[in-house]
């Protein structure tokens, strides 16, 4: 069960990312919050002072708190929902889960990304019309995410419920052309060899680690577009051809 200060935090921050609670605006007094929530004073300042070291607020000593405005030269890149951007080519899509299980981090990079605790690590395969797009391997953090324990992917993929439940503050992107090796080419339905779109990509949330991915796409089933801006981009997937 998600502890009262982390609701309280996560709706503000959903709030403030959504564009409901705009930069500069004030967030509501705590006394405001623990009527709202029911709950102490300790509970809501738990609450803002996470916000204000994410960088999502700035508290103003006998101010209030405010959300914190954008860095002049900050850029986002949006992360795509593969359901939508495949539906938006008049495909039909399915995400085809083959595996997912709760284990102890393995290396290194997996424990900057478990943060002291399991992982949850998610394989399957997106469809569009019933053919293999690109298959797709993810590590959670349940120290990110705790609620992950209970989802079973078994009618939405990974990512989209990522992007449904958990809001993320940074992001990086890897991208490399390669050719299938054997264990790809099987879950892609191609041959050894086939050239290849490859996707690494980690997300933040003020810093906390969220996930980790990589996707590899049929390089003749799929375009890469990516726009940069404040509110835009798109990755779009090509019929196959």
């Known amino acids: ?25 004030r967030i509501p007094v705590e006394h405001a919050l623990m009527a709202d929530y029911g709950c102490s004073r300790m509970t809501v300042n738990k609450a803002l002072a996470a916000l204000a070291a994410q960088g999502f607020i ?107 439940n958990i809001a993320w503050t940074e992001a990086e992107s890897r991208i490399a052309a390669l050719g299938a090796d054997v264990a790809a080419a099987r879950r892609l339905g191609v041959a050894e060899g086939t050239a290849c779109l490859a996707i690494e990509r980690r997300t933040w949330r003020g810093g906390e680690p969220i996930t980790f991915v990589r996707q590899q796409f049929v390089g003749a089933a799929y375009d890469l577009t990516a726009r940069f801006g404040p509110a835009t981009s798109a990755l779009e997937p090509a019929r196959p051809r």
């Open 1 to 25: 069960m998600t502890a009262l200060h982390e609701r309280i935090r996560r709706d503000l921050e959903v709030a403030i990312l959504s564009g409901a609670r705009a930069p500069g605006s």
């Open 58 to 164: 700035e508290r103003r000593k006998k101010a209030g708190s405010f959300v914190a405005r954008p860095r002049v030269h900050s850029v986002v890149l949006d992360i795509p929902d593969l359901a939508v951007e495949v539906a938006r080519r008049g495909q039909a899509y399915r995400y085809l889960l083959e595996r997912r299980v709760i284990a102890p981090a393995d290396t290194d990079t997996e424990a900057e990304i478990a943060q002291g605790t399991d992982l949850l690590r998610v394989s399957g395969t997106h469809l569009a019309d019933g053919i293999p797009l690109a298959i797709e391997d993810r590590l959670v953090s349940l120290a990110a995410v705790p609620h992950a324990r209970e989802a079973d992917f078994a009618e939405t993929s990974p990512g989209a419920w990522l992007l449904e």
